[in-house]
C-alpha cells in the first residue's frame, strides 16, 4: 500500500509566481490535512480536506491561498504571487475514516521563493 | 489546547531502552495523547496514541499516568534509525498542535 504521495519534492518559484503543490492520500483514506513548517518550527495546521468538500481552513492565510480535493486527482495547494516568507516545508497528511488520531504524513515538498 | 512541556534534547546508547517524557498537566479529559516522530528531512511519522490505558504497538510502548498530566513513550531497543525529533501532542481533534519536541540523540 503505497504511502501519502507528495510532488513536486523541491520547488523553485520567483516572487510573484504561481505554486501548486500535490498530494495523494493513501488508498482508501478519505481525509486530507495539510501543514506548514518554517525553518526551525514546528508544523502548523493549514487545511482539512474531504473530496469536494473544505471542512476547516482556519489555519489557511486569508489571501492568496487556496486548496482543493477534487472528485478525482490529488489534492492541491495553491498559494498565488509567492512571496519570500512562503518559503517553507508543506506537508500533506491523510487518514482513514476511523479517525484522525492516525495521520500519515508525506514526504513533503520544500518551497523556495527567490 | 493542552501545554505540553519535553526535554530539548535526550541521548541514549544504540540497543538500549529509551524512555521520552512528557508533561501536559492542563489536559482535558477528551483529549488523546498522540506522539509523532520527524526524521532529518523527512515527513512526521505517526508513532502511537492513548487516552487512558497504556499503550503497545510495533513501534513504541505509552505509558500514561493515572492523573493523565503526563505521559512517557518507550522505545524498547533503540536503533540509529530512531534517532529524530519526537513530538508529544495531546488533543481531541485532527488539528495537530506541535511544539518544539525532544531531539532523540542515538550513540552507537
Known amino acids: 500500500n503505497a504511502g501519502v504521495m507528495q510532488n513536486p519534492r523541491h520547488l523553485v518559484r520567483r516572487r510573484g509566481q504561481e505554486a501548486r503543490l500535490r498530494c495523494s492520500p493513501m488508498k482508501g483514506h478519505s481525509h486530507v490535512y495539510w501543514y506548514r513548517q518554517l525553518p526551525e518550527e514546528g508544523l502548523k495546521f493549514m487545511v482539512y480536506?474531504?473530496?469536494?468538500?473544505?471542512?476547516?481552513e482556519s489555519g489557511m492565510p486569508k489571501e492568496r491561498f487556496s486548496a482543493e480535493f477534487p472528485k478525482e486527482g490529488p489534492s492541491i495547494l495553491r498559494i498565488q504571487q509567492v512571496v519570500r516568507g512562503d518559503s517553507a516545508a508543506y506537508f500533506c497528511?491523510?487518514?482513514?475514516?476511523?479517525?484522525?488520531?492516525?495521520?500519515?504524513f508525506g514526504p513533503g515538498t520544500r518551497l523556495t521563493v527567490t | 489546547d493542552a501545554k505540553t512541556t519535553q526535554p530539548n534534547s535526550m541521548e541514549s546508547n544504540e540497543e538500549e531502552p529509551v524512555h521520552l517524557p512528557c508533561n501536559h498537566s492542563?489536559?482535558?479529559?477528551?483529549?488523546?495523547i498522540h506522539w509523532y516522530r520527524q526524521l532529518p528531512s523527512q515527513g512526521p511519522e505517526y508513532v502511537i496514541h492513548?487516552?487512558?490505558?497504556?499503550v503497545n504497538n510495533r513501534m513504541a510502548s505509552l505509558a500514561i499516568a493515572e492523573d493523565r498530566k503526563s505521559s512517557t513513550l518507550i522505545l524498547h531497543r533503540a536503533t540509529l534509525r530512531d534517532a529524530a525529533v519526537y513530538y508529544c501532542i495531546p488533543g481531541s481533534n485532527y488539528q495537530l498542535i506541535w511544539g518544539a519536541g525532544t531531539k532523540l540523540i542515538i550513540k552507537p
Open positions: 492542563t489536559i482535558s479529559g477528551t483529549d488523546y
Open positions: 480536506l474531504q473530496k469536494e468538500n473544505i471542512i476547516d
Open positions: 497528511a491523510s487518514s482513514p475514516d476511523r479517525g484522525h488520531y492516525e495521520q500519515y
Open positions: 492513548g487516552l487512558t490505558s497504556n
